[in-house]
């Protein structure tokens, strides 16, 4: 267990179609949701067990108030070397100073096109340029590095890739590809709107020449690659079609505590119960010890098997947690 990432709230104030494609949904109370205190000390547990990163999600963290107070108390958590966000950037504009006063640097914008039809057909209430004048202020506020994720859905906006390669090439963002992946129980994947890992590598090779380099600390998500020509790196999660089950170290925190050891898990360990009602850290941390030593999660090694052996495989009949809830 080396990444901890931290649902901090699973509002939204967009409505993405491969995320969160429902217009109304209940929302966790707020007396349920982890407070910051909460949220503090159980970065201090999960450090303790070695976790050195921190990543805040949602549901879009932004909308979380004063979330840069987190960064803050984060910051000051014993053995966390890093912190990072990845947010929608509709409110990245009002807030970058305050989050990089508290300690913020690293940043990932989720950003899957750049036309701005396109943007709000996709998002269903986002505003493309708000977005990017939320991501050149983070970037004239000194974040670095700003990454970009762009998810890459077969059929609507593979047509872009190129572009946001030239885009993120121009002003030194470095793109995320994302392969489309069935989150949740309601954007109504199917595999062949997962445009590959391999056609995306394809095409931007063709284009502009690429090295492999790996993924970072032999386990993050995305391999990188770099232009040949000095021009930057790019990224491809292939958690479709290339899953990392074997090498994963990652595991989530809900906004309302439920310890969840896998991105397609049906369920989450309720860790705040345990700790509302009164458990040590030495308990929190046996807790949680367990439940990562005994995890068996590889979901997409399994989902890769049934695809590729023929063996039907429907993910109606897998309840996963939403993306929402359990942190992206
Ligand atoms: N609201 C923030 C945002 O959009 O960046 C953070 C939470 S969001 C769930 C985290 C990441 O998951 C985003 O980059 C989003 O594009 C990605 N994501 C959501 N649904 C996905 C899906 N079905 N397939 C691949 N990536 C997805
Ligand atoms: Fe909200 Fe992010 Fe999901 Fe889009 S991807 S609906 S911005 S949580």
Request: charged share 25%; with cysteine; hydrophobic share 40%.
């Amino acid at each position: 267990m080396r990444d901890l990432r931290i649902s901090v709230t699973d509002r939204c104030n967009f409505r993405c179609k491969y995320c969160m494609p429902f217009d109304e949904y209940t929302w966790m109370a707020k007396k349920e949701v982890l407070t910051f205190a909460e949220i503090e000390r159980l970065a201090r547990v999960f450090s303790s067990l070695g976790v050195s990163q921190l990543r805040l999600t949602g549901g879009e963290p932004l909308v979380r108030r004063e979330l840069h107070s987190l960064v803050a108390a984060l910051s000051t958590v014993p053995g966390i070397e890093d912190i990072s966000l990845t947010t929608n950037g509709a409110l990245l504009g009002e807030q970058a100073q305050d989050l990089l006063a508290a300690g913020l640097r690293r940043i990932n914008v989720s950003i899957d096109t750049l036309r701005p039809e396109r943007f709000r057909e996709i998002t269903q209430r986002g505003d493309l340029q708000t977005v990017l004048d939320g991501l050149f202020a983070a970037q004239r506020a000194g974040m670095r590095p700003i990454k970009i994720n762009a998810v890459v859905i077969r059929g609507f906006n593979e047509d872009e890739i190129l572009d946001l390669v030239t885009f993120g090439r121009t002003h030194g963002f470095e793109i995320r590809f994302i392969e489309y992946m069935d989150v949740g129980n309601a954007n109504g994947w199917t595999l062949d709107k997962t445009y590959t890992k391999r056609e995306m590598l394809e095409l931007i090779h063709a284009r502009f020449p690429l090295r492999e380099i790996g993924r970072a600390g032999n386990s993050a998500p995305a391999v990188d690659y770099e232009f040949l020509d000095g021009g930057g790196r790019v990224g491809i999660i292939g958690s479709v079609t290339e899953p990392f089950c074997s090498s994963c170290t990652r595991t989530r925190l809900t906004a309302d505590g439920k310890l969840v050891t896998c991105l397609f898990a049906e369920t989450g360990f309720d860790v705040k119960t345990l700790m509302r009602q009164g458990a040590t850290d030495a308990d929190l941390t046996e807790a949680i010890g367990k439940i990562w030593v005994g995890r068996s999660d590889r979901f997409s090694d399994i989902r890769w098997e049934h695809l590729q052996s023929g063996t039907e495989y429907r993910p109606e009949s897998h309840k996963k947690i939403e993306m929402i809830t359990l942190g992206g």
